[in-house]
């Protein structure tokens, strides 16, 4: 039995050929040795799961000539850095990049598997929200506040995530 976003082997798709997406992958691996490297969050949290999406997001689409390759990696990092910053309408950016991909696979006729694995992380990203520290709340003069003490609120994964993959590109 076939699953959704596989490809027959048998011959009776396009070519007879699995895709594998590899351009995903390799920027979800880069994403993760980053994060890793950073020694951020526990590799099995949530958290961690939104630096890395966050991350390889901004990977593999700010590779424009779809050339990844652990050599550019370095060469890469300031890229990157620029990319999350704070300062800078990343989730934009990713929206703009994702529906000009999206066009360019349309208008080819070829669906792309690293372009499904992209977008169903930014879902994950926009739709899932995490309870975090308050950091617009104003503190009541009671004293310091604590990490696990003081107001929450639930943020979108990817406003998590990005400082949290900005930080890992830094350590690195």
Do not use: N
Request: charged fraction near 20%.
């Amino acid at each position: 039995m076939l699953h959704r976003g596989q490809e027959s082997t048998d011959g009776d798709g396009d070519g007879g050929e699995l895709v594998v997406p590899m351009a995903w992958l390799y920027a979800e691996y880069i994403a993760e040795e980053l994060l890793r490297t950073g020694d951020l969050m526990p590799p099995a949290s949530v958290e961690f799961r939104a630096g890395r999406d966050a991350l390889a997001l901004t990977v593999f689409l700010s590779d424009t000539g779809g050339e990844l390759s652990g050599i550019r990696v370095v060469s890469q990092l300031e890229t990157w850095l620029s990319l999350t910053a704070y300062d800078q309408p990343w989730q934009d950016w990713v929206r703009e990049r994702l529906a000009c991909l999206t066009a360019d696979a349309y208008a080819c006729g070829a669906p792309s598997p690293d372009l499904a694995l992209a977008e169903a992380a930014w879902r994950w990203l926009e739709e899932t929200e995490l309870l975090a520290p308050d950091l617009d709340a104003v503190p009541d003069g009671t004293g310091a506040v604590g990490e696990d003490e003081g107001p929450k609120v639930w943020t979108p994964a990817w406003q998590l995530g990005l400082p949290l993959g900005h930080l890992a590109i830094h350590l690195f």
